[in-house]
C-alpha cells in the first residue's frame, strides 16, 4: 500500500474536563487512515513543551482555534508526501518545522496529535496494529496497571497535598486478574468513604474525592480498601504516590497545608523524612516527583536513602527529556521516568527518553494526563516500546476505561495478556505495612 502522506485534517474536540483539544486525522494515498487527540495537563513541569493556546476570553484562554490553523498552515505542508512509516523522519520535520525548543510555535498540542495520527496511519498502511507497528513482538507483555483510588493536590481542589494515591496490583500474573483487583480495591474504597460521610464525590482522573483531615489519613484509609477487598498489602496490592512536589514549594521549600498536626512548612530533609517514614509503615513500593523540579540535590539524596525498596519516579523533573534524564542518572537522582508523548512533543522523543532510561537500568511507566480523551494510543506504546508499567488515572470515567480496556483487547493477542514476570520489578519483592 502507497503509504505517503496525502492529506492532514485537524479539528476542534473536547477534552475530560470539557476544554477544547486538537483531534489529527492522517490520510495516506493508499488509502489508509490515522487518527489521534492531543491530551493536557493541570500539574505541568516548567520544561514541558507548551501547548498553543489562543488566550483571550473563550474558554478561559484554554481555545486551540491558532493550534487548528497551524495544523493547515505547517503540519500540512511539512509533511505533505511524506512516508507515514518513517516514524523518525515524521517527527524530525514536524520538530524542523516548529523551530523552538519547546514548541511554542507550532504548539506541543497539535505537534503530538499530528506525530500520533501519523503512527496510527503508517500501522494501517502495514496491516498491522499500532503496539506492533511501534515493535512490539510475539514476546510482548501487557504493562503492569497503576490505578488512582483517591485524587489530591491540583486534581482535586487540594483537599489533600499529595496528588495521587494509587495502589499497584503486584502479585497480579495477569492484565484482566490485575485490573479485577483494582476494580475490587476502588469498591471497596467507595463503600469505607460512604459509610463513613467522606465521599465527596470524583476527582480530574477518577479517583474519589477525599474528606481526609491530612494526608496520611488517606494512606491509612487506602490500606483499609486494600484489606476490605480481601488483598494482601504489599504482598498482592501495593501503593503508589504522586506527591508532585512541585506544586507544594521551590527552592527546597514545601508548604502543607494537610500535614499530620496541622500546616507546616518543611525543609527538604524533613520533607524527605517525612516520606521516608511512610516508606517504612506502609506498602509504598513507588512516589512520583517526591521533591520539587528544581531540587535536584533533593532527589538525589532521596534516591540515595529510598535505595532499592522503591521506585523514585521523575515527571516534573524529568518531563520525557532524554537530555535531562542523562543528567538525573549522573547525579544519582530517581531510578525511574513517567513518559508522557505530550511533554516531549513527538512520540520520537517520547521514545528516546524511555531508551535512555533503559540504559540507565531505570524503569518507567506510560503515563496519561488529567485533561485525557478516548485516544488508547498510549496503551499501544506501553506494549509496543516495552515499558512495563502503564498509568492512565482511575477506574472510572470513560477517557480512563477505554485505555484500560483497550489494554483488555490487546491482551487477547498477547500470551493471553501475561504481565512482566515479578523479576522485571524487584521494588516490588514484598512489603508488609508495619501498621498491620
Request: charged share 25%.
Amino acid at each position: 500500500m502507497n503509504s505517503a502522506i496525502d492529506r492532514i485534517v485537524g479539528r476542534r474536540v473536547w477534552d475530560s474536563r470539557g476544554r477544547p483539544t486538537i483531534e489529527v486525522d492522517v490520510q495516506l494515498a493508499g488509502g489508509a487512515m490515522g487518527r489521534a487527540i492531543a491530551p493536557a495537563g493541570a500539574s505541568r513541569g516548567s520544561g514541558e513543551a507548551l501547548d498553543r493556546r489562543d488566550g483571550g476570553a473563550a474558554f478561559g484562554g484554554l481555545d486551540v482555534r491558532q493550534a487548528l490553523a497551524a495544523v493547515d498552515a505547517e503540519i500540512g505542508p511539512a509533511l505533505r508526501d511524506c512516508d507515514a512509516t518513517d516514524q523518525a523522519a515524521i517527527d524530525a520535520a514536524l520538530i524542523a518545522r516548529d523551530g523552538t525548543r519547546d514548541k511554542s510555535r507550532i504548539g506541543a498540542n497539535t505537534m503530538v496529535a499530528a506525530s500520533m495520527a501519523v503512527a496510527h496511519a503508517g500501522a494501517a498502511a502495514r496491516g498491522l496494529p499500532l503496539w506492533q507497528h511501534l515493535g512490539g513482538g510475539d514476546d510482548a507483555r501487557l504493562p503492569l496497571p497503576e490505578i488512582q483510588i483517591f485524587g489530591g493536590g491540583a486534581h482535586a481542589g487540594r483537599r489533600v497535598d499529595v496528588q495521587d494515591f494509587m495502589v499497584m496490583p503486584v502479585g497480579a500474573s495477569t492484565f484482566a486478574e490485575a485490573l479485577d483487583w483494582s476494580a475490587e480495591v476502588y469498591r471497596a474504597a467507595g463503600q469505607i468513604m460512604s459509610e463513613a460521610g467522606r465521599l465527596r464525590g470524583v476527582a480530574d482522573e477518577g479517583g474519589f474525592w477525599p474528606a481526609f483531615d491530612d494526608n496520611e489519613q488517606a494512606l491509612e484509609w487506602l490500606l483499609r480498601a486494600i484489606e476490605r477487598a480481601g488483598y494482601r498489602p504489599g504482598e498482592q496490592m501495593a501503593i503508589s504516590l504522586d506527591v508532585a512536589a512541585s506544586q507544594l514549594g521551590h527552592a527546597g521549600r514545601y508548604r502543607l497545608a494537610r500535614a499530620r498536626g496541622g500546616a507546616k512548612e518543611l525543609d527538604r530533609d524533613e520533607m524527605a523524612a517525612m516520606l521516608l517514614d511512610w516508606l517504612q509503615r506502609y506498602p509504598i513500593v513507588a512516589i512520583e516527583d517526591p521533591l520539587g523540579e528544581d531540587d535536584a540535590e533533593g532527589f538525589a539524596r532521596f534516591t540515595r536513602a529510598a535505595g532499592d525498596r522503591v521506585q523514585v519516579i521523575g515527571d516534573d523533573f524529568l518531563v520525557t527529556n532524554a537530555a535531562r534524564i542523562d543528567s538525573a542518572a549522573t547525579l544519582g537522582a530517581c531510578n525511574a521516568v513517567l513518559i508522557k508523548p505530550n511533554q516531549a512533543g513527538t512520540l520520537t522523543e517520547a521514545k528516546s527518553a524511555w531508551d535512555t532510561a533503559r540504559g540507565h537500568g531505570w524503569g518507567a511507566l506510560v503515563s496519561a494526563r488529567s485533561g485525557e480523551t478516548e485516544d488508547t494510543t498510549i496503551v499501544h506504546l506501553a506494549v509496543g516500546w516495552g515499558v512495563g508499567q502503564l498509568k492512565v488515572g482511575s477506574f472510572s470515567r470513560s477517557e480512563r476505561m477505554a485505555k484500560w480496556n483497550e489494554g483488555l483487547r490487546l491482551a487477547e493477542q498477547l500470551q493471553g495478556g501475561r504481565l512482566p514476570p515479578r523479576t522485571a520489578f524487584p521494588w516490588a519483592s514484598g512489603h508488609r505495612s508495619s501498621l498491620r
